[in-house]
């Protein structure tokens, strides 16, 4: 008994009728195509801004994984600072005889140790930030500059618990809070800048030389002793201070004693020196940055 086929393509396929193509319903996925911009400057901060819920993400996710599986927690950024303090109070002030513009020696050097603490840690935690989000980078795109930011910021948590220890130390010494605390915003944005200038520099540096992981520690330490962390100010000659204040962080600590402790502070001369200098390193930092960001993920 033959066998009848009702397939109408196989019928149309031994007619030699063409058939067309099924259509396809399906929406086509859309393709973006990202190129470096042409500007001059390209770092888009609007494009940045755009990205600031994945820039919290990041900083929330490295203060969990600093303090992750750790017996005293988020108590390790008090006790850095004040180990510091009780180190510099034998030697400098009590050895040394270091002048302390009046205040108790042991306050003094707590309230240079304050920005002085997130300044370094926000530079050594940008300065790695590439090489600690290599897998992130090779990835998915966004814009890079977002990582060393990201990586900057967790250290004003510890920065917040180590003032409120300094709240209480100023309380037991009998030193009263004034109106000048209002300030230390501002002291503290001169200190992010210029940690986020330098972190630029080293986390684009990082990547391709792997010696800068080495040379960031030294240099933090080098900057703590040319910054007047456990010494005052006034031992620095006048006619040197302008000039000694193109470091940041000469205005950053003497504005936060000035503030807290209600001694000399620096000059305006000093102060916009310091500006300048800050202004200049961020600004060579993101142009450095940007310059080389394409490599990143080839190079790393």
């Given at each position: 008994?033959p ?111 304050l ?7 926000a ?38 618990l ?5 709240l ?33 520099w ?7 030389y ?10 933090v ?80």
């Amino acid at each position: 008994m033959p066998i009848t086929s009702s397939c109408s393509e196989c019928a149309d396929k031994e007619a030699g009728v063409p058939r067309s193509k099924p259509s396809d319903d399906r929406p086509l996925r859309e393709q973006v195509i990202i190129e470096p911009s042409k500007r001059w400057v390209r770092i888009s901060f609007t494009e940045i801004w755009r990205y600031r819920e994945l820039v919290l993400f990041l900083a929330w996710r490295d203060i969990a994984v600093r303090y992750k599986q750790t017996a005293i927690g988020v108590l390790w950024a008090i006790i850095q600072p004040l180990t510091a303090m009780v180190i510099f109070s034998i030697f400098f002030g009590r050895f040394a005889r270091m002048p302390s513009e009046g205040s108790p020696y042991p306050v003094f050097t707590y309230a240079a140790l304050l920005p002085w603490q997130y300044f370094g840690t926000a530079i050594s935690e940008a300065s790695q930030s590439m090489l600690t989000n290599e897998r992130l980078l090779t990835k998915v795109y966004f814009p890079r500059l977002i990582i060393p930011v990201a990586s900057a910021l967790p250290a004003a948590i510890d920065f917040a618990l180590s003032f409120l220890l300094f709240l209480g130390i100023m309380l037991a010494y009998g030193i009263p809070v004034t109106a000048r605390i209002i300030w230390l915003p501002l002291l503290l944005l001169l200190a992010l800048a210029m940690a986020l200038g330098v972190g630029l520099w080293m986390s684009a540096l990082n990547v391709q030389y792997r010696d800068f992981r080495y040379i960031v520690p030294f240099l933090v330490q080098i900057w703590m002793f040319a910054s007047p962390v456990a010494y005052s100010l006034s031992i620095v000659p006048d006619r040197w201070r302008t000039l000694y204040s193109l470091n940041p962080m000469v205005t950053v600590i003497e504005g936060f004693r000035w503030a807290l402790l209600g001694s000399a502070g620096v000059s305006l001369a000093a102060v916009l020196a310091s500006v300048v200098a800050t202004a200049g390193m961020l600004f060579s930092g993101l142009a450095y940055f940007q310059h080389v960001e394409d490599v990143f993920a080839d190079v790393i």
